[in-house]
Structure formats: C-alpha cells, structure tokens
C-alpha cells in the first residue's frame, strides 16, 4: 500500500518569503508522486508530476518539486511567495498500475501581506 | 489541456431526496472515472472507481447502495446519493485522466467539484 504525510497542516509565509510545502511518501515501489492545488470550493489543480524521470520537477506558477528517494521526500517549494499562492495544498501517490490516486491530508498556505 | 466538468457546482437537498451529480470530460474520452469525497478542511477520500460499461469499484466502506454510479459513456459518469441524510453532506469531486500516448500514469483531471447540503 502507499501513503503520504504531508506535515504541517498550516504553513503562513510573507509575500516574497520562500514556500516549503513537506512531503513524505510510503511506497513498496518506485511511486509516481504529484502536486495538486486547491482553491476554495473548486476541484484540484495540478502542479506538478514526478515520474521517474528528472528527480527534479518543475510545474507552474513558479513551484518545483524535487524527489529524494533516501528520504522519501518529495517536497515543494517556490522562491517568493505571492498573495494568489494562498490556497490547500495536497500532495498524492500512485502506484504502477493503480489509477487512483491517495493523497496526504493537505497542507493550507497563508501569505502574508 | 483536458478539462473535466462537474454538474451541479452546488446542491441543497431535503433529508429522504436523492441527488444526481454529473461528471462529463469535455475533450477527451475517459474508459475510467474516479468519484472522491471531501469533508470540511480534510483530504480527498476515493469512494469508488467507475468504469464505462461496466459495475463501479467501491471502495471499502463506501456503501454503493447508497452511492449509486453510472458510467454510460466515454465522456460520463454520474454518482447518485440515494436517501440523503445530513452525515451525507459533503463536498463531491470527480477526476478522469486522459489517455496520452507513451505515457504511462498520466495525472488525474479533476472537476470543480459539487457541495451537497443535506437539511
């Protein structure tokens, strides 16, 4: 089975501050790891796809990803933070041949002015 | 890029009344469709994996007598919440994938979701 812990379920940062967003995966094989968007009352947007390609990937609106496989980490960041940054967060797994996707509890992004 | 659409967006309902929700892919076709579920401030639970032509894959603990879903066609799929109650009330969302040639585990497309209220 996968999983993913995504810790801390509030992150407050300045505009302009660097974003780190924590991921960590479970997986008893190599996952396809991703990051998704939520804004309020929508469905998901996607960020960003890891799949065993480059270890590190970059998605839209300035955010990247890097996968470390020695610490099951695939954690998020972007450089500065801006205002429209401010949304839930969710980092998910699949695994070869599962369609679905698990997803972590999600983490909720506060830009400060 | 592949868009998923979701109908209603929101829906109030009486305690007893069953509710539709439509899930369409708009510009691609989707063999399988996947149905989650949101309760306030938490992550998305898969319900139940819906598949064109075919019986849905629930998943353990979702009753599918009560969460009915249909899978007619390539492009939708409906989840049907049959005798709502309040406990019922949550926010729905469906996701498909689009196909794309040479790669393997495309990501999901998600709808915008529907919030049910259940009074």
């Known amino acids: 089975a996968q999983s993913v812990t995504q810790l801390g379920s509030h992150v407050s940062v300045s505009e302009g501050a660097l974003v780190l967003l924590r991921c960590n995966y479970s997986?008893?094989?190599?996952?396809?790891l991703f990051w998704y968007v939520q804004y309020p009352n929508q469905g998901l947007q996607l960020l960003l796809k890891?799949?065993?390609?480059?270890?590190l990937v970059k998605g839209i609106n300035g955010f990247e990803a890097e996968f470390k496989k020695s610490e099951t980490s695939f954690h998020l960041t972007k450089p500065s933070a801006h205002m429209s940054d401010a949304a839930e967060y969710f980092c998910?797994?699949?695994?070869?041949?599962?369609?679905?996707?698990?997803f972590g509890s999600g983490t909720r992004l506060q830009v400060q002015p | 890029g592949a868009v998923v659409s979701q109908h209603p967006s929101w829906v109030i309902c009486k305690s007893g009344t069953s509710v539709k929700i439509e899930c369409r892919s708009l510009?691609?076709?989707?063999?399988?469709m996947f149905w989650y579920r949101q309760f306030p401030k938490q992550s998305l639970m898969l319900m139940a994996t819906?598949?064109?032509?075919?019986?849905?894959?629930?998943e353990q603990g979702v009753e599918k007598d009560k969460f009915l879903i249909n899978h007619a066609s390539l492009t939708l799929s409906t989840l049907t919440v049959t005798s709502a109650h309040p406990e019922d009330s949550s926010f729905y969302i469906c996701?498909?994938?689009?196909?794309?040639?040479?790669?393997?585990?495309?990501?999901?497309?998600f709808g915008n979701g529907t919030r049910l209220t259940v009074t």
């Open positions: 996701s498909a994938r689009a196909q794309e040639l040479g790669v393997y585990n495309s990501p999901l497309h």
């Open positions: 997986s008893s094989v190599p996952p396809y």
């Open positions: 890891y799949t065993s390609a480059a270890t």
């Open positions: 998910a797994v699949s695994l070869t041949g599962r369609r679905a996707l698990t």
């Open positions: 510009d691609f076709q989707a063999t399988t």
């Open positions: 819906s598949n064109e032509g075919s019986k849905a894959t629930y």
